[in-house]
Nanobody, 123 residues
Framework: QLQLVESGGGLVQSGGSLRLSCEVS????????IGWFRQAPGDVREAVSC????????EYADSVKGRFTISRDNAKNMVYLQMNSLKPEDTGIYYC????????????????WGQGTQVTVSS
């Protein structure tokens, strides 16, 4: 059974950095495109960044381009989101998701989710 576990969230001041990690386990014979999504209180969940199964294709929301970098280490079954120059509006729960439409950076019917990690950026 596919499982995703996020880590690396926390409290940081505006302008600071955090690196989120997503450990993917339980898959057999297939690697998945992975996406990072976030949800602020009272808001809908939105796509932040997505990466293809090989890592050769990446997509970013306009709001994070130039500040966030998604990467993956398939040997370690890990996906990362390096977040720099953080802003208060980046605050939210960050989720990683497997089996997504990487080109559109959207979820599909079979998307699986982690439990999320809280990111709070103070001004």
């Amino acid at each position: 059974q596919l499982q995703l576990v996020e880590s690396g969230g926390g409290l940081v001041q505006s302008g600071g950095s955090l690196r989120l990690s997503c450990e993917v386990s339980g898959f057999i014979g297939r690697r998945y495109a992975i996406g990072w999504f976030r949800q602020a209180p009272g808001d809908v969940r939105e796509a932040v960044s997505c990466i293809s199964s090989s890592g050769g294709i990446t997509e970013y929301a306009d709001s994070v381009k130039g500040r966030f970098t998604i990467s993956r280490d398939n040997a370690k079954n890990m996906v990362y989101l390096q977040m720099n120059s953080l802003k208060p509006e980046d605050t939210g729960i960050y989720y990683c998701a497997a089996d997504i439409d990487v080109g559109a950076c959207t979820v599909v019917a079979g998307t699986r989710w982690g439990q999320g990690t809280q990111v709070t950026v103070s001004s």
